[in-house]
């Protein structure tokens, strides 16, 4: 049975959804590729308690790697990109080139970019570290000030940059 809750967080109200397999979900309020929640029911489950202290750690800024049971659907795919963005520090960022390249298949940027955003579990599977090769904010689930306030946070951007467009 998976169970979710919504959280408030400084980028919004975050849905989270978990079960005994682990952590199945993070969605922003207006996420562009919503989860299926078949068979989904509202109610507690120790695993989002978890979750939210540490997403409460981590927008406290206190915390910068996550450790949490995860249990992302997807296709095997999206599972090894999902897999590689997690082994992408905190406070840095890297291109769709370089995803691709990390999951073996370099000439596969769009194929990468897709599975990224396709990406289930947002800041805990640090999706808003990919970039574009020129450095600029390229597509988020969560929008755009979204990922530059999470760059942000992580100190990955300057602060001044808050209000730019």
């Known amino acids: 049975m998976i169970h979710f809750t919504t959280i408030d967080s400084p ?20 996420s562009r590729h919503p989860v299926r929640r078949d068979g989904w029911q509202p109610g507690d489950h120790t ?8 997403l409460g750690e981590y927008f406290a800024g206190t915390r910068h790697a996550f450790d949490l049971p995860l249990a992302p659907r997807g296709t ?18 890297i291109s769709y080139a370089q995803l691709a390249g990390r999951v073996g ?7 990468v970019g897709a599975a990224n955003g396709r990406n ?9 570290r990919v970039i574009g090769a020129d450095g600029s904010l390229t597509g988020f689930g969560g929008g755009l000030p979204t990922k530059r306030f999470l760059l942000q946070l992580e100190g990955a951007l ?7 467009a």
Do not use: N, Y
Not at 77 to 92: D, S
């Open 11 to 30: 980028v919004g109200p975050l849905l989270l959804a978990a079960s005994d397999e682990g952590l199945h979900a993070i969605e922003f309020h207006q």
């Open 47 to 54: 695993l989002l308690g978890e979750a939210t202290r540490q």
């Open 76 to 93: 095997e795919f999206q599972r090894t990109v999902w897999h590689a963005l997690a082994t992408i520090p905190f406070g840095e960022t």
């Open 105 to 111: 298949k370099p000439t596969a940027m769009r194929a």
């Open 120 to 128: 289930p579990l947002p800041i805990v599977l640090p999706c808003h």
């Open 158 to 164: 300057p602060r001044d940059d808050l209000f730019a």
